[in-house]
């Protein structure tokens, strides 16, 4: 049973819109993640979130911005999208003690047309 | 700057076979390994967490052990099925809470 959970599962959406992609966890781990991952290739860190107010941008370069205003909940958002944009977004959480290691999402399949 | 690296990058094996997967790391100054499953299209799935004072893990038919000093780590399937097929993942986790993956060693078990 999934204790962070990422919706959509799909989304395919038009060049210009904004979207948001949405990531909860019920764990109440501090920190947060969000990787790009294109198919059959390694994964990209883009942001991360050590905690409330607490926003940083990861290894990959990314248009996209984030925020953290709750413990549970980590939105990744894109003011424009792009066909450049395309790709499978997964958001992950840890615990603050290193002790579970991290957990991942079912990840978010964004497809702009 | 970590570097993970994971062979072979494929692996066909029949179903029932033993197998292992390689992980290498380059800076031993880790605080745990963790291996991962991936199918096609999907989040990953946690398998194993190694601390770096642990040697081995094991969970059912899977053993994952880590020399820190020599940088290696090893996941062991035993009795493969073909339900094991799927992309396995190796990541370290080291300073500022930052993991780094290989690029992962895809393997399909043929029934």
């Known amino acids: 049973e999934a204790d962070i959970y990422q919706t959509p599962r799909y989304l395919v959406i038009g060049t210009g819109k904004k979207i948001t992609l949405e990531c909860s966890q019920t764990?109440?781990?501090?920190?947060m993640y969000w990787y790009q991952q294109d198919p059959g290739m390694e994964l990209h860190l883009i942001h991360y979130s050590y905690g409330v107010n607490s926003t940083e941008k990861g290894d990959l370069s990314s248009e996209s911005t984030v925020s953290r205003i709750r413990t549970e909940h980590f939105p990744l958002t894109l003011e424009s999208a792009r066909p450049s944009h395309t790709s499978q977004y997964l958001c992950?959480?840890?615990?603050?003690?290193?002790?579970?290691?991290?957990?991942f999402g079912s990840g978010t399949r964004l497809t702009v047309v | 700057k970590q570097e993970v690296t994971q062979i072979p990058a494929a692996l066909s094996v029949p179903e029932g076979e033993n197998l292992v997967l390689n992980c290498s790391f380059t800076?031993?100054?880790?605080?745990?390994l963790q291996w991962f499953r991936q199918d096609p299209g999907k989040g990953l799935t946690s398998l194993l967490l190694?601390?770096?004072?642990?040697r081995e893990q094991t969970s059912g038919r899977l053993n994952a052990s880590l020399d820190k000093s020599s940088g290696r780590s090893t996941l062991y399937i035993a009795a493969s099925q073909p339900g094991d097929s799927a992309t396995y993942l190796c990541?370290?986790?080291?300073?500022?809470?930052?993991?780094?993956f290989g690029e992962g060693t895809q393997l399909t078990v043929n029934p």
């Open positions: 190694i601390q770096s004072s642990q």
């Open positions: 990541a370290v986790e080291t300073s500022g809470s930052r993991l780094t």
């Open positions: 764990m109440g781990h501090d920190k």
């Open positions: 992950a959480s840890s615990d603050a003690g290193r002790y579970y290691g991290y957990t």
């Open positions: 800076d031993s100054a880790i605080y745990n």
